[in-house]
């Protein structure tokens, strides 16, 4: 009965002074509004993909380097994995561990339609071991299996995108599409992959996900493109230009890396492949290679994933300026708030007077602030919606359009999550800039006020 009759002074309040309350609840709403929409941003760029078994996955490099070749203190440095060398790792036989090897190519992506226009495309070349390693959705069909990858079988994983590009959107498992001359089978449509960043081939690309997945084998048995990084050393060095499109077979028996070479270690395993990988360099180191101290890293995704995070400096920028922003908006609210509550100096006096206590009359102020917070949040979240249209736009332009509101709208939704840390800090803070202004008018002597009125 007494909250009803506190909430009903509380409401009949907010009404006495409509305009204050109203800029009390839009100062609040666009200071959250522009920290919730910065922090909705950092939240997706510092997310981790397939994060429950983030720490478990983990990009491997060693260091074949020549002797002469510069140092490299930290791991983003250190080059990719040569091709005998991934050859070498994926053949452990470790309880547990399952690995995965990844490099790009393209292609000219066409079927037999003749109306559907043909795309040039990124590639990526893969084993089996990729789709359930990290996860990836499937809304028709499923990855191949480790006979394709012996095999190296023209088959092929493509994306929702694609499907609804080249085959309507139905059920395409089974049908034919072509990359240049090259006939392949589709035995998967993968869902929408919501990863903010493409992580897999170390180009942390946001908003770039491959479209078309193939056996490696394929690529290497057909001769695909490299589009890779080559980092070569030796006499094949005048080569690096060429191994895009030739020489492979000088390329697969080169000191050239440019293979992105994953593994999923099990805690119980990790410091079983760490001793095996040290003895694997000593081993090469015997048979010439490896000529410089034995360096490796084998680094898990969480890892890399807070490198890049740390390294966005533009979303570092914003969060600093929305905070500060967010407290001015906050001391003007304290300003409004002081004023409103001042306003109604006589009528707290006047209560208290006959016999009301202070308690009751902050009860009363402070279910009113919990309100305007509550509103406060309610707009504040309408305002972090134009927001984060307004950045996805402003995205989009950036980039000349070269990729789809579709690829990266994910990367600027509010979740459930930010909703109600949005209402969380709204009323939280909507209470604290209200501490000093209901301590005032609390504090008022009634005697004072009723004799000067």
Not at 36 to 65: C, G, W
Not at 171 to 186: A, F, P
Not at 253 to 263: K, V
């Amino acid at each position: 009965m007494m909250f009803r009759y506190n909430l009903s002074l509380a409401l009949a309040s907010l009404q006495q002074r409509p305009g204050l309350t109203f800029l009390v609840i839009l100062t609040l709403a666009i200071g959250l509004g522009l920290y919730t929409t910065v922090q909705t941003m950092a939240f997706y760029n510092s997310s981790v993909p397939v994060a429950h078994k983030s720490e478990n996955l983990f990009l491997i490099q060693v260091d074949s380097r020549e002797a002469s070749a510069e140092p490299i203190t930290e791991q983003v440095s250190m080059v990719d994995t040569t091709y005998k060398d991934a050859m070498n790792l994926q053949q452990w036989q470790i309880p547990g561990v399952t690995t995965s090897l990844n490099w790009n190519t393209n292609g000219v992506i066409n079927v037999l339609d003749n109306n559907v226009p043909a795309i040039r495309s990124e590639i990526l070349a893969t084993n089996s071991h990729f789709f359930s390693m990290f996860e990836t959705p499937f809304i028709y069909g499923s990855g191949w299996g480790s006979e394709e990858d012996s095999s190296g079988a023209g088959v092929i994983v493509i994306s929702r995108a694609m499907n609804d590009r080249l085959f309507g959107g139905e059920n395409s498992v089974g049908q034919l599409l072509r990359i240049d001359t090259l006939n392949l089978k589709v035995i998967g449509v993968m869902a929408d992959w919501t990863i903010t960043r493409r992580f897999y081939d170390r180009s942390f690309a946001p908003g770039y996900l491959h479209e078309f997945f193939v056996p490696y084998r394929f690529a290497l048995n057909n001769d695909l493109p490299r589009n890779a990084r080559f980092n070569c050393w030796s006499v094949e060095t005048q080569d690096n230009p060429q191994f895009r499109t030739e020489n492979l077979q000088r390329l697969l028996n080169s000191e050239c890396s440019w293979i992105s070479f994953w593994a999923e270690i099990p805690d119980q395993q990790l410091a079983t492949y760490q001793t095996q990988l040290g003895n694997y360099i000593e081993s090469q180191k015997a048979l010439g290679r490896f000529p410089r101290e034995p360096q490796m890293y084998v680094t898990h995704l969480q890892d890399q994933v807070n490198y890049y995070g740390n390294r966005n400096g533009y979303i570092n920028t914003f969060k600093m300026i929305s905070r500060l922003f967010f407290a001015v908006c906050l001391l003007n609210a304290v300003s409004i708030l002081l004023a409103k509550f001042i306003r109604q100096s006589r009528e707290v006096s006047l209560r208290r007077a006959l016999g009301a206590r202070k308690t009751t009359i902050i009860y009363q102020y402070v279910l009113e602030v919990v309100l305007i917070g509550f509103m406060g949040g309610l707009l504040g979240i309408l305002v972090s919606k134009i927001g984060l249209w307004g950045m996805l736009n402003i995205r989009l332009y950036a980039v000349d359009y070269t990729i789809t509101a579709q690829s990266i709208a994910h990367q600027y939704q509010l979740n459930w999550l930010l909703i109600g840390e949005a209402f969380l800090t709204s009323i939280l803070c909507a209470l604290l800039v209200s501490l000093y202004p209901i301590w005032r008018v609390c504090n008022i002597s009634p005697a004072t006020q009723l004799k000067a009125e």
